[in-house]
C-alpha cells in the first residue's frame, strides 16, 4: 500500500517561492512516476509535472515551463515541487499522486498542501 | 495539446436515477482515458482506468466506456454518498502532458 505525505500550509508574498514535499512509503519510489496537480479555490485540475526519479527526469506542463521545478530524492523517497514567481493566482491546493500505467491514472494521491500567496 | 470538453458541468438526479457523464477528446486517444471523483476538501479518487477497467475496491455501479475521442462515464444507480464532482483525464505520451476535463459536479435532486 502506498502512501503519499505531504508538507504543511504555507503562506507566501508575491514574487517569493513555494517548496513542497511529498514523502512516499509503500512500494518502491524508484519504480514509479510522481506528478503534481493543483487546483485552485472553486476550480478544476491542473496538472503540473511529473518527476521520474530511477531517471532523475522531469517533464512539466507547457504553461508552467520555467517557473516550476519537480526533483526526488531516491535517498528518502522524497518528491518535491518547487514554484517561483508566486502571483496570486498560484493560490491553490497542491497535490502528489503516483501516476502509472499507459493511460497515466493516479491511483495514490497526497492530502494536497495549501498555498496561499498574498501580500 | 490534446483538450478535454466534458459535459455536463453539473446535474441534479434523483436517488436510483442513472447518471451519464460525457468526455470528448480533441484527438484519438485510444482508451487512455480515467475517471475521478472527488469529494469537497479531498483528494481525487480514481474509479475507472484505461476507459472501461473499474479500480479495485470501486462499486461497480461506476462503469465507463468508449474509445478514440468519445468516452462516458455511468453511475446505473445514484447513491447519496455519490454526491461529488468527477473528473476524466487523458494522457499524451508525446511530448508527456496530461489534461483534466472540466468536471461535472453531481448533486441529489
Known amino acids: 500500500q502506498v502512501q503519499l505525505v505531504q508538507s504543511g500550509a504555507e503562506v507566501k508574498k508575491p514574487g517569493s517561492s513555494v517548496k513542497v514535499s511529498c514523502k512516499a512509503s509503500?512500494?518502491?519510489?524508484?519504480?514509479?512516476?510522481i506528478s503534481w496537480v493543483r487546483q485552485a479555490p472553486g476550480q478544476g485540475l491542473e496538472w503540473m509535472g511529473r518527476i521520474i526519479p530511477i531517471l532523475g527526469i522531469a517533464n512539466y506542463a507547457q504553461k508552467f515551463q520555467g517557473r516550476v521545478t519537480i526533483t526526488a530524492d531516491k535517498s528518502t523517497s522524497t518528491a518535491y515541487m518547487e514554484l517561483s514567481s508566486l502571483r496570486s493566482e498560484d493560490t491553490a491546493v497542491y497535490y502528489c499522486?503516483?501516476?502509472?500505467?499507459?493511460?497515466?491514472?493516479?491511483?495514490?494521491w497526497g492530502q494536497g498542501t495549501l498555498v496561499t500567496v498574498s501580500s | 495539446d490534446i483538450q478535454m470538453t466534458q459535459s455536463p458541468s453539473s446535474l441534479s438526479a434523483s436517488v436510483g436515477d442513472r447518471v451519464t457523464i460525457t468526455c470528448q477528446a480533441s484527438q484519438d486517444i485510444s482508451n487512455y482515458l480515467n475517471w475521478y471523483q472527488q469529494k469537497p476538501g479531498k483528494a481525487p479518487k480514481l474509479l475507472i482506468y484505461?476507459?472501461?477497467n473499474l479500480e479495485t475496491g470501486v462499486p461497480s455501479r461506476f462503469s465507463g466506456s468508449g474509445s478514440g475521442t468519445d468516452f462516458t462515464f455511468t453511475i446505473s444507480s445514484l447513491q447519496p454518498e455519490d454526491i461529488a464532482t468527477y473528473y476524466c483525464q487523458q494522457y499524451d505520451n508525446l511530448p508527456p502532458a496530461l489534461t483534466f476535463g472540466g468536471g461535472t459536479k453531481v448533486e441529489i435532486k
Open positions: 484505461d476507459a472501461s
Open positions: 499522486a503516483r501516476g502509472i500505467g499507459g493511460s497515466y491514472r493516479f491511483d495514490y
Open positions: 509503500g512500494g518502491t519510489f524508484s519504480s514509479y512516476t
